[in-house]
T-cell receptor, first 112, second 114 residues
Framework: SQQGEEDPQALSIQEGENATMNCSYK?????LQWYRQNSGRGLVHLIL?????REKHSGRLRVTLDTSKKSSSLLITASRAADTASYFC????????????FGKGTRLSVIA | GAGVSQTPSNKVTEKGKYVELRCDPI?????LYWYRQSLGQGPEFLIY????????DSGLPNDRFFAVRPEGSVSTLKIQRTERGDSAVYLC????????????FGPGTRLLVL
């Protein structure tokens, strides 16, 4: 079963605009990660945010985490056509090495 | 350095056949994970190895699925008596395994069962 739910399922924006994707989850976590996937193949790790963190930045990416609402958001600023991909949030189940639980993803299309 | 590699990239087989999918993790990574992704869905966990042993196989859908990692590096996912519903992309990931949470994924094997 999948814990995370991304919202929206699909998002289409113009190049240069910001893209915001949201993720909700059900159980307590130690960290939450965002991944990107092109063309249904391998996932690329983008950013990890720990449960005691509220916000994290990496380049044009900004991730927030609200553990009281069990939600996270991924903001991509100044989007580019190359950002077109599916984005997934993933949560762990316990501490240390555990399998990740993914949502269904948000399909982002950036139009040049 | 080399990332996670998976072979074959694509596999087409007939219903009832046996298939093996291979994963070569990043050198030095002790934790290895198998996931399965159906069209339009996120990856779903199948099995996780720490070293040579399967630490968690709770995601394997039934006893037709089996995975091994005999030397603590390369892993093979084995599917017996394949069914059309097994068609999916099978993803492998590895991590350092020392409380390191980031998992690095391979490109996947796309399995099509006719």
């Amino acid at each position: 079963s999948q814990q995370g739910e991304e919202d929206p399922q699909a998002l289409s924006i113009q190049e240069g605009e910001n893209a915001t994707m949201n993720c909700s989850y059900k159980t307590s976590i130690n960290n939450l990660q965002w991944y990107r996937q092109n063309s249904g193949r391998g996932l690329v790790h983008l950013i990890l945010i720990r449960s005691n963190e509220r916000e994290k930045h990496s380049g044009r990416l900004r991730v927030t985490l609200d553990t009281s609402k069990k939600s996270s958001s991924l903001l991509i600023t100044a989007s580019r056509a190359a950002d077109t991909a599916s984005y997934f949030c993933a949560t762990d189940r316990n501490s240390g090495n555990t399998p990740l639980v993914f949502g269904k993803g948000t399909r982002l299309s950036v139009i040049a | 350095g080399a990332g996670v590699s998976q072979t074959p990239s694509n596999k087409v087989t007939e219903k009832g056949k046996y298939v093996e999918l291979r994963c070569d993790p990043i050198s030095g990574h002790t934790a290895l994970y198998w996931y399965r992704q159906s069209l339009g869905q996120g990856p779903e966990f199948l099995i996780y190895f720490q070293g040579t042993g399967a630490a968690d196989d709770s995601g394997l859908p039934n006893d037709r699925f089996f995975a091994v990692r005999p030397e603590g590096s390369v892993s093979t996912l084995k599917i017996q008596r394949t069914e059309r519903g097994d068609s999916a992309v099978y993803l492998c990931a590895s991590s350092l395994g020392l409380g390191e949470e980031t998992q690095y994924f391979g490109p996947g094997t796309r399995l099509l069962v006719l």
